[in-house]
């Protein structure tokens, strides 16, 4: 009985160790940044904090627009409500591919008694121009790397950021 205890123990550490290294989009380490925005070895977003807790612009960014578009429904710090699932869990198995086609085009789930409607943002600019600012932030939280907090510290806003965000939003 003490062997199968310490054995199912083991397994736990095992699991929760990988967890810290992985979500939806696979490993989360930055490896390579352009202008400021990160990258994971696959080539998907990704965010950067410092050891001191500075976090990378898009990391910032994606705190602020998350609260203006999306706590309404999913609650503050992505940890969910009664009406939207916590984006915190949902991103630690879903890829950034499906989430930017669920943000892009909506869901409506016909399943419950009561119809739980996810909007679709594709066509609105305070979200569209900032997909990967909310998807960066939602990655952190997703693997414990900002808490629930806004982030402190951050990275400046590079020159090309700001010149993509104004072409974007048509400034
Ligand atoms: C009006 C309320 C509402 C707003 C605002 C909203 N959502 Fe949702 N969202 C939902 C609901 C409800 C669902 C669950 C739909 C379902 O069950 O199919 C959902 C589902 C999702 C999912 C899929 C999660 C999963 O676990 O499958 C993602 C990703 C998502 N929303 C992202 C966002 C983002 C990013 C924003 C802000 C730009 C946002 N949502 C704003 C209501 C909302």
Same mark, same amino acid.
């Given at each position: 009985?003490?062997?199968?205890?310490?054995?199912?123990?083991?397994?736990?550490?095992?699991?929760?160790?990988?967890?810290?290294?992985?979500?939806?989009?696979?490993?989360?380490?930055?490896?390579?940044?352009?202008?400021?925005?990160?990258?994971? #070895? =696959?080539?998907?977003? %990704?965010?950067?904090? /410092?050891?001191?807790?500075? $976090?990378?612009?898009?990391?910032?960014?994606?705190?602020?627009?998350?609260?203006?578009?999306?706590?309404?429904?999913?609650?503050?710090?992505?940890?969910?409500?009664?009406?939207?699932?916590?984006? #915190? =869990?949902?991103?630690? %198995?879903?890829?950034? /591919?499906?989430?930017?086609? $669920?943000?892009?085009?909506?869901?409506?789930?016909?399943?419950?008694?009561?119809?739980?409607?996810?909007?679709?943002?594709?066509?609105?600019?305070?979200?569209?121009?900032?997909?990967?600012?909310?998807?960066?932030?939602?990655?952190?939280?997703?693997?414990?790397?900002?808490?629930? $907090?806004?982030?402190?510290?951050?990275?400046?806003?590079?020159?090309?950021?700001?010149?993509?965000?104004?072409?974007?939003?048509?400034?």
């Amino acid at each position: 009985m003490r062997s199968i205890l310490l054995l199912a123990a083991a397994t736990i550490v095992i699991v929760a160790e990988r967890n810290a290294l992985a979500d939806g989009s696979g490993d989360p380490t930055a490896v390579k940044s352009e202008n400021g925005k990160y990258f994971d #070895k =696959d080539g998907i977003p %990704t965010f950067k904090v /410092a050891a001191d807790g500075t $976090v990378d612009w898009y990391t910032y960014s994606g705190y602020r627009r998350y609260h203006s578009d999306c706590h309404v429904c999913h609650g503050p710090d992505g940890m969910g409500s009664s009406y939207a699932p916590a984006l #915190k =869990d949902s991103l630690k %198995t879903m890829s950034y /591919a499906d989430f930017l086609g $669920v943000v892009a085009s909506g869901r409506k789930n016909v399943n419950t008694a009561q119809e739980n409607v996810m909007p679709a943002f594709g066509d609105n600019p305070n979200v569209a121009c900032y997909m990967d600012d909310i998807y960066i932030y939602l990655r952190a939280r997703a693997d414990n790397a900002v808490g629930r $907090v806004r982030p402190p510290k951050h990275e400046d806003k590079s020159a090309a950021y700001a010149e993509t965000e104004n072409a974007c939003m048509g400034h």
